[in-house]
């Protein structure tokens, strides 16, 4: 059974929800089954990198709070993202445009190693306060899960997987998503945000029973798949 997953890289929510749903997929007894497919999304698609800004003054100056109330969300997070194991120093995080991450996340995608990518990917961003948008970096980070440095280099010298990208930001409004992380389930049950474990095994548990069904059906119209010495 597939489950999609539309996520930004830096979105501190994400990062907190795709632990939570690995939670919930670890004590799924068909965990086996299920394949996982990240999308992609960009919460602030105009963002101009500029690792000189700090990630405080930047949510103050673009949402219009007070730089004391980004401080305190962006402490609320954290605490959020220790609660699951998660540690976030977004002090050090670097204004960075996520197209280019994106674009790496795809190229890891080809080669089996999506999850991968976006796991090294928020990491570098909310714990390392790593630049997302530099290609040095991606390569590091690319080389450290399997991939080849020249071929990240070169795939983000051109533009390369960015109809990819923009086609996951395009199916994302067609299904009417305004928000990240989003969870899809066997293309029919959502999950919006970084919900709690028990939220995501309910959902795990709803959507694989109805995907098995289907299958059975589909099994039965279709007639046994026999083997070579007889057996079905």
Same mark, same amino acid.
């Given at each position: 059974?597939?489950?999609?997953?539309?996520?930004?890289?830096?979105?501190?929510?994400?990062?907190?929800?795709?632990?939570?749903?690995?939670?919930?997929?670890?004590?799924?007894?068909?965990?086996?089954?299920?394949?996982?497919?990240?999308?992609?999304?960009?919460?602030?698609?105009?963002?101009?990198?500029?690792?000189?800004?700090?990630?405080?003054?930047?949510?103050?100056?673009?949402?219009?709070?007070?730089?004391?109330?980004?401080?305190?969300?962006?402490?609320?997070?954290? *605490?959020?993202?220790?609660?699951? =194991? #998660?540690?976030?120093?977004?002090?050090?995080? %670097?204004? /960075?445009?996520?197209?280019? &991450?994106?674009?790496?996340?795809?190229?890891?995608?080809?080669?089996?190693?999506?999850?991968?990518?976006?796991?090294?990917?928020?990491?570098?961003?909310?714990?390392?306060?790593?630049?997302?948008?530099?290609?040095?970096?991606?390569? *590091?980070?690319?080389?450290?899960? =399997? #991939?080849?440095?020249?071929?990240?280099?070169? %795939?983000? /010298?051109?533009?390369?997987? &960015?109809?990819?990208?923009?086609?996951?930001?395009?199916?994302?409004?067609?299904?009417?998503?305004?928000?990240?992380?989003?969870?899809?389930?066997?293309?029919?049950?959502?999950?919006?945000?970084?919900?709690?474990?028990?939220?995501?095994?309910?959902?795990?548990?709803?959507?694989?029973?109805?995907?098995?069904?289907?299958?059975?059906?589909?099994?039965?119209?279709?007639?046994?798949?026999?083997?070579?010495?007889?057996?079905?």
């Amino acid at each position: 059974m597939k489950v999609e997953i539309w996520s930004d890289v830096m979105c501190p929510f994400c990062y907190i929800g795709k632990r939570r749903f690995e939670d919930a997929l670890q004590q799924f007894a068909h965990k086996g089954k299920v394949e996982i497919e990240w999308k992609s999304f960009q919460l602030n698609p105009d963002m101009v990198t500029d690792p000189s800004v700090n990630i405080n003054q930047y949510l103050a100056d673009a949402k219009g709070w007070t730089l004391d109330y980004a401080q305190q969300m962006n402490n609320h997070v954290t *605490e959020m993202a220790a609660e699951v =194991g #998660l540690t976030y120093h977004m002090d050090n995080a %670097v204004v /960075a445009n996520s197209f280019n &991450a994106h674009r790496f996340s795809h190229l890891a995608k080809k080669h089996g190693l999506g999850d991968a990518a976006e796991e090294a990917l928020f990491k570098a961003y909310f714990t390392d306060g790593k630049n997302i948008d530099d290609t040095d970096t991606l390569a *590091e980070l690319g080389t450290a899960i =399997g #991939l080849d440095a020249a071929e990240i280099k070169q %795939v983000l /010298a051109a533009d390369t997987y &960015a109809d990819e990208v923009k086609h996951d930001i395009a199916e994302a409004q067609y299904l009417g998503i305004k928000g990240v992380p989003f969870f899809v389930m066997n293309s029919k049950y959502a999950v919006s945000g970084a919900q709690a474990v028990p939220v995501f095994t309910q959902t795990l548990e709803k959507a694989f029973g109805e995907w098995h069904d289907e299958r059975q059906i589909t099994n039965v119209a279709e007639g046994p798949t026999c083997g070579p010495d007889g057996d079905c």
